[in-house]
């Protein structure tokens, strides 16, 4: 089956710990993408990658970081910076990045971090 | 800057009545425009997408949106709803000189039976 998985699907963590999230596609997909979503925001987006070693900040950047060392893999650790961690996490990808592209985002099941 | 409004949070409706839910972008160029449901606790599933030609877009599970330039608008209808509709809907713009998809704050769909 093709498709995106995120592990774990619920996580735990201490406040002032990282926390690394997975992110896999066997979709050969050459964008990927990290969005957050809290109640009554929608989702916003974290990081994005076009290409593999090539990654993008999106609109809520700050303190969270992400590699791209592999097409399948993109995963986000959520830094002890990030103020206000506790979010439902959403990764998605899409074929490709180009400029004018309008290729759909196909998104993951999720990852609900919570900081306690 | 580019924006996506839901202005319904939250919509009740009964089984079997149909459904609209409002959409408004505010985007310069031609826009690129998504539906996307979510069940809770997972991810989003593509319901439809507009990108050119006829303003009438048909997608899965039965639903439909229109595109109307004037009033900048992209509206989600289903003539008739069933249970297992009730879910959050997100509308979604993409723009490409941002390079990314900007998306409303969501309306949650509860269904009565």
């Known amino acids: 089956d093709g498709g995106i998985t995120q592990s774990p699907k619920y996580l735990f963590r201490k406040e002032g710990q990282n926390v690394t999230l997975s992110c896999e596609q066997n979709?050969?997909?050459?964008?990927m993408y990290w969005y957050r979503q809290d109640p009554g925001q929608g989702l916003r987006l974290i990081y994005y990658?076009?290409?593999?070693?090539?990654?993008q900040k999106g609109d809520i950047a700050e303190g969270y970081s992400v590699s791209r060392e592999k097409k399948e893999s993109f995963p986000l650790t959520v830094t002890s910076a990030q103020k206000n961690p506790t979010a439902f996490y959403l990764c998605?990808?899409?074929?490709?990045?180009?400029?004018?592209?309008?290729?759909?985002?196909?998104f993951g099941p999720g990852t609900r971090l919570t900081v306690l | 800057a580019q924006s996506v409004t839901q202005p319904d949070i939250h919509i009740t409706v009964s089984e079997g009545a149909s459904l609209e839910l409002r959409c408004n972008y505010s985007y310069g160029a031609t826009p690129y425009l998504f539906w996307y449901v979510q069940s809770p606790g997972q991810g989003l599933q593509l319901l439809l997408k507009?990108?050119?030609?006829?303003?009438l877009v048909q997608g899965i599970k039965g639903f439909e949106a229109e595109f109307k330039r004037s009033q900048s608008s992209f509206n989600l209808r289903k003539p008739s709803v069933h249970w297992s509709d009730a879910a959050e809907y997100f509308c979604a713009v993409f723009h490409t000189g941002g390079n990314k998809l900007t998306f409303g704050t969501g309306t949650q769909l509860k269904v009565e039976l």
């Open positions: 507009y990108f050119s030609g006829d303003t």
């Open positions: 979709l050969n997909h050459d964008a």
């Open positions: 990658s076009q290409i593999v070693n090539d990654f």
């Open positions: 998605a990808s899409s074929l490709t990045h180009l400029e004018l592209s309008t290729d759909t985002q196909y």
